[in-house]
Nanobody, 125 residues
Framework: QLHLVESGGGLVQPGGSLRLSCAAS????????IAWFRQAPGKEREGVGC????????WYAESVKGRFTISRDRSRNTAFLQMNRLKLEDTAVYYC??????????????????WGKGTLVTVSS
């Protein structure tokens, strides 16, 4: 079976950092586009960052550009979202997703083929 499992969420103060992980099982992340989405309470789901399958080029939402970094570790079959200088408005459930048709970033949530269950990030003082 194919699974994505996110981890690394938690409570952090404004200005702090967290690194989210997305571990894949049942398939390899090597050749697929990976994207992180988030959904805050009462808000629409939004794309945060994406790394393309073709050349590992990245895309970021304007709200996180310069603070978040998406990457993949092929040896561990894991993707990461490094989040620095966190803000109160970054509070959300973060989802790791994978697209298997080799389309390039950015992509919508509906274009993704596999989704994790999410990990909660709470930024609070």
């Amino acid at each position: 079976q194919l699974h994505l499992v996110e981890s690394g969420g938690g409570l952090v103060q404004p200005g702090g950092s967290l690194r989210l992980s997305c571990a894949a099982s049942g398939f390899s992340l090597d050749y697929y586009t990976i994207a992180w989405f988030r959904q805050a309470p009462g808000k629409e789901r939004e794309g945060v960052g994406c790394i393309s399958s073709s050349d590992d080029s990245t895309w970021y939402a304007e709200s996180v550009k310069g603070r978040f970094t998406i990457s993949r570790d092929r040896s561990r079959n894991t993707a990461f979202l490094q989040m620095n200088r966190l803000k109160l408005e970054d509070t959300a459930v973060y989802y790791c997703t994978v697209e298997t048709y080799h389309r390039s970033c950015p992509l919508t949530y509906d274009e993704m083929d596999y989704w994790g269950k999410g990990t909660l990030v709470t930024v609070s003082s």
